[in-house]
């Protein structure tokens, strides 16, 4: 292999691979990087800036002008999704006590990264880890009761699930069933209606214009953490949805919105923001329109930053009376995500980073779901051997069960709170592990009234 470029690409961690010019270590885009001292950009630390052109940088920084430009949008609202109410005293004494052990355990910078969180779970005495574990269990019996399997795959997403689509769009079976599933389960729960955009409904529900009787019934859609957006993708090829709103933080290439765009009667507009500082009061399309929201594994803490932007603290007599003035809320399918919650971040971990699916089955999980409760004690020289031994000496399966309970309990929670915001809800497994251990749904809808 030749020599490449030493020029260091912090955005994508890795040097520049173009071949450097003769006596130089440097290819043609980056000869004239090579003098000076580079150090990262204090806007946007993902990419570098010679330290002598600086102060000039820092006016013209793309962060900075993109960060003003959102900051003039009406849907703009920093932090308003945070979760960071006054009242929450009891979260913020276990967040205090978590930061705590972190410290105890050698963590001081307040950027807890999950490595951090495992060194943490790590640094217990065996008597803590016992009482943990034990707590998990305890609660988890407790709690998690009613996660029901929800396999949906229906004859109205036929389309994608029979390869019928066009061939350009990317096709991967696992996330082709994993987003039929979530349209299934949202139309069973009454939330989704077919539409003549289907070939599988009957013409009798569509006027001569092919159009359905009740198209002002259906709602807009808001897909959260939308990616490329392929998920909204199946939707408008399925279920004939016309107005559409992604959110998505991050660019993306190879979206899905050129095909989107070419819909006859789809308008899709793009929100490049986080869910952290979006009001959706504030955008534009969704004035007067209801509107049910999605979203397919959103990652760190935005599944529960999109439940308080969707739903927040209302109630349903509060959406009802807003309705005419802004978007009101209809009903939402996320699934979650949430190993980055885990205050047991290690062993919520072990549910989903190996392929579980190789190892054992679910009827295994269930089973060892029953004799997780008489696991036997450490032994007497366990707190010379410390947590790290212990766990390594803990069987595949039982490890993968204690993450799942984890799983369990915080989508029980996040269940409960929907609940207590007047919704109708339900928490389901809506796909085989062997397809995703990250597979639970939360659908959720306003109870209907008379």
Partial sequence: MGSHCKFWLPKKNRFCANSPFNNSSFCGNHTQRS????????????????????????????LLKQAQSLSRQPYYQKGVNAGHDDDDEEEEEEEEEEEKNLQSSGVKDSSVTSEMKRNAVYAMTVTEFSKLIAR????????????????????????????????????????????????????????????????????????????????????????????????????ADCYGIKKVLLVERKSYKLKADRSLRQK??????????????????????????????????????????T????????????????????????GLAIATCCHHLCQWKKLYNWAVDADHGSIFTSKDCMTQYETMSEMKQFGSDSEVRGVGEIVSDMQPIDRAVLGFMCKDIIDTGRLMWVKAQGLESQLVKYVPCSISPENHLLVARYKKRS
């Fill in 35 to 62: 003098d000076g001292r580079w150090i990262p950009c204090p806007i946007d630390p993902t990419h570098s800036v010679l330290e002598e052109n600086l102060e000039g940088h820092l006016n013209r920084c793309p």
């Fill in 136 to 235: 998990i269990k305890s609660v988890h019996a407790t709690v998690c009761n009613d996660i029901r399997d929800s396999f949906k795959i229906l004859e109205t997403c036929s389309i994608w699930t029979n390869r019928e689509v066009d061939k350009k769009l990317p096709y991967q079976e696992r996330h082709v069933l994993q987003q039929a599933s979530i349209l299934g389960n949202l139309e069973e729960f009454g939330v989704l209606k077919k539409s003549c955009a289907s070939s599988n409904v009957a013409s009798k529900h569509c006027d001569s214009n092919g159009e359905s009787e009740n198209y002002n019934d259906v709602p807009a859609v808001v897909e959260f953490g939308a990616g490329r957006g392929y998920l909204t993708q199946m939707l």
């Fill in 264 to 305: 006859e009667l789809l308008t899709l507009e793009r929100l490049r923001i986080d869910i952290e500082d979006l009001n959706l009061n504030g955008v534009e399309p969704l004035q007067g329109v209801a509107y049910m929201a999605i979203g397919k594994h959103l990652c760190g803490p935005a599944t529960d930053m």
């Fill in 307 to 330: 439940l308080r932007c969707c739903i927040g603290e209302q109630s349903y007599q509060d959406i009802a009376a807003e309705a005419q003035a802004s978007c009101y809320f209809r």
